[in-house]
């Protein structure tokens, strides 16, 4: 069965970091480009961040670039956010999503991605 499981979210203060983990299982992800989304309450999903295959090439969003980072470990079938200088708003549901592409070309976008996870809590505040 394919799945990704999200782990690592929580509470956090501003200017906090936080690392989010994505472990794949029935999949092997050394062949996809893997991402990072974002929703919070009321709004709608929003692409965080991509990293391709080979993790040779990285998007970020505007409202997180210089403070987050993704990163991939193929040999663990794991992708990974590591979140810095954090904001309240950044207070949300953090997925993590698997494109059958090898790509991570331009905005992230929601609906180019194939296979999510179910999700991890961050919150934000003092």
């Known amino acids: 069965q394919l799945q990704l499981v999200e782990s690592g979210g929580g509470l956090v203060q501003p200017g906090g970091s936080l690392r989010l983990s994505c472990v794949a299982s029935?999949?092997?992800?050394?062949?996809?480009?893997l991402g990072w989304f974002r929703q919070a309450p009321g709004k709608e999903r929003e692409g965080v961040s991509c990293?391709?295959?080979?993790?040779?090439?990285?998007n970020y969003a505007e409202f997180v670039k210089g403070r987050f980072t993704i990163s991939r470990d193929n040999a663990k079938n794991t992708v990974y956010l590591q979140m810095s200088n954090m904001k309240p708003e950044d207070t949300a549901v953090y997925y993590c999503?698997?494109?059958?592409?090898?790509?991570?070309?331009?905005?992230?976008?929601?609906?180019?991605?194939?296979?999510w996870g179910q999700g991890t809590q961050v919150t934000v505040s003092s």
């Open positions: 999503a698997l494109r059958f592409s090898t790509l991570c070309e331009g905005e992230v976008m929601p609906g180019e991605f194939d296979l």
């Open positions: 029935g999949v092997t992800l050394d062949y996809y480009a």
């Open positions: 990293i391709s295959s080979s993790g040779g090439t990285t």
